[in-house]
């Protein structure tokens, strides 16, 4: 073994690690500071936080010219893909600070190791969207899940804070041990860890059909715990109940969006043959139909999500459920095996950001001046709070899929690489369909309860400049993306291109 050549390698591979060691650095710069600043609930820490992200974000920004780099012997990747993938964290992490700012549920908390998680959770993100070996994948899980088991219990004084994290822990446990097994069957079938070696040993020898269908079975575990799709979605109601607001905004998309990435990275890596019809489309392994297991998996993810959320009371668990659903539809992408399926999922995952964070923030504003979670007490809220009920109604026509919002486009772009899939899918694209006018139900009763239900009181209500603004910054683009979406379209689809290179 060259161990000089490994050391080379090693060194240059930190040029290309730049964002992750800034993320390092600002975990360690918030620890400092929050010693200082220990006993008070200073603004200077969600600053710092804040200006932290943004030159990660420059630095990110600059690495989407570098085209596909493998760094750490080929633990990690560099490319256009994953550089999608960590835009998409840094704006959640930078939103969610902003929402953290001003959150009640948060006042009088010491929030030093609450930014230093939020960024340690980013950090994790960023492993998980770059991994391309099974070991990075699976320690990129662990650390992401660990992390966000702290936040979701750090109300730790209220019981349903606590629950929540005993059972995101358990369900995390769980999943984990099973991925591990069927990680380990994997790399015994192929004798490697790397995903592209994988999908090489794989692809040019017939392997153990039975083995190889248990095994990604297993590992699909791991994969469904992260974006909360059935069978693995039972903590994702009670923790986003029971968690701060801001930090089950966060959980709802950037661990979701992670898990998407990691996810339609190892499908479409190691258990994907050669392109079969040109460069955008390819093939599955003869002895593995797995898109046709996720389709299963995402019908009966959306399904569930849809009715379940019909009978909700209190809009975090009806955004919960929800949640499940749209990563149902965001799963519809991902079964075509084409480029047009994955970067219409990486479409639908950025603009489910603007919708899904935007709804949270109005339960924030509601929450703070309420004190309520409860549906029925939002009853004429649009009367005595007009600018936060008017931006909820864009959000919800968003999730729903109407025109003229991001949703619509972002379903439209779903359903046409299913339809354009072929004749195998027109089913999952039926239930597709069917699905959003269920959801249609629910969000419109929400809309009802603002709107049309007589107040119990009949004060207004006085908004601060500061969410009106947020709100403002949210609803623009979700409506913006709606009409004019060429630029996020080009985004997605010029990172799918480098998904099979390295």
């Known amino acids: 073994m060259d161990y000089?050549?490994?050391?080379?390698?090693?060194?240059?591979?930190?040029?290309?690690?730049?964002?992750?060691?800034?993320?390092?650095?600002?975990?360690?710069?918030?620890?400092?500071?929050?010693?200082?600043?220990?006993?008070?609930?200073?603004?200077?820490?969600?600053?710092?936080?804040?200006?932290?992200?943004?030159?990660?974000?420059?630095?990110?920004?600059?690495?989407?010219?570098?085209g596909s780099r493998s760094l750490f012997q080929h633990m990690l990747v560099v490319d256009p893909f994953s550089v999608f993938f960590k835009l998409l964290f840094l704006a959640s992490a930078i939103a969610v600070i902003f929402l953290s700012i001003a959150s009640v549920e948060l006042a009088g908390r010491p929030v030093g190791e609450y930014f230093t998680l939020l960024i340690a959770l980013t950090l994790g993100l960023f492993l998980m969207a770059s991994s391309t070996n099974l070991v990075t994948i699976l320690l990129s899980i662990e650390f992401v899940s660990i992390v966000s088991f702290v936040l979701a219990t750090y109300l730790k004084t209220r019981r349903r804070s606590s629950e929540a994290g005993l059972k995101y822990a358990i369900y995390g446990a769980f999943s984990s041990g099973l991925m591990l097994y069927g990680l380990s069957?994997?790399?015994?079938?192929?004798?490697?860890?790397?995903?592209?070696?994988?999908?090489?040993?794989?692809?040019?020898?017939?392997?153990?059909?039975?083995?190889?269908?248990?095994?990604?079975?297993?590992?699909?575990?791991?994969?469904?715990?992260?974006?909360?799709?059935?069978?693995?979605?039972?903590?994702?109601?009670?923790?986003?109940?029971?968690?701060?607001?801001?930090?089950?905004?966060?959980?709802?998309?950037?661990?979701?969006?992670?898990?998407?990435?990691?996810?339609?990275?190892?499908?479409n890596v190691a258990l994907a043959g050669e392109p079969a019809n040109g460069a955008s489309q390819w093939s599955a392994l003869p002895e593995l139909d797995w898109p046709m297991i996720l389709a299963v998996v995402s019908a009966i993810t959306m399904t569930l999500g849809n009715l379940v959320a019909i009978v909700q009371t209190n809009i975090k668990r009806l955004l919960a459920y929800s949640s499940i659903a749209h990563a149902g539809y965001a799963l519809m992408g991902v079964v075509v095996l084409s480029q047009d399926g994955i970067y219409a999922t990486m479409f639908y995952l950025a603009v489910y950001y603007l919708m899904n964070l935007g709804a949270f923030l109005v339960v924030i504003v509601f929450q703070d001046l309420l004190g309520s979670e409860k549906i029925a007490d939002f009853k004429g809220l649009a009367w005595r709070a007009p600018v936060p009920a008017i931006a909820m109604a864009v959000f919800l026509v968003s999730l729903t899929g109407l025109p003229p919002t991001a949703g619509f486009i972002g379903k439209f772009y779903l359903f046409a690489a299913v339809i354009k899939a072929g004749p195998a899918f027109y089913w999952l694209a039926v239930v597709g369909l069917l699905n959003s006018v269920v959801a249609l139900y629910y969000y419109a009763r929400i809309l009802k309860t603002m709107f049309f239900d007589k107040a119990a009181e009949e004060n207004s209500i006085s908004v601060s400049p500061y969410y009106v603004t947020l709100l403002a910054l949210l609803a623009a683009p979700t409506i913006i993306l709606g009409v004019y979406w060429a630029p996020l379209q080009k985004l997605a689809t010029n990172s799918v291109e480098f998904l099979r290179a390295l």
């Open 4 to 66: 000089s050549s490994i050391i080379k390698d090693n060194l240059i591979s930190l040029n290309y690690f730049l964002p992750e060691l800034l993320l390092t650095g600002l975990i360690i710069v918030l620890v400092i500071a929050d010693l200082f600043l220990k006993d008070e609930r200073s603004p200077w820490l969600s600053f710092v936080a804040l200006a932290g992200c943004v030159v990660v974000l420059l630095s990110v920004i600059a690495q989407f010219d570098l």
């Open 185 to 267: 069957l994997l790399y015994g079938l192929t004798g490697t860890l790397n995903l592209y070696e994988i999908g090489d040993v794989l692809a040019s020898r017939d392997s153990n059909g039975m083995a190889l269908t248990l095994s990604t079975i297993l590992i699909l575990a791991g994969f469904g715990y992260k974006i909360a799709s059935v069978p693995f979605h039972f903590w994702s109601p009670d923790v986003y109940e029971g968690a701060p607001t801001p930090i089950t905004a966060f959980l709802s998309i950037g661990p979701k969006a992670a898990g998407f990435a990691v996810l339609i990275r190892f499908f």
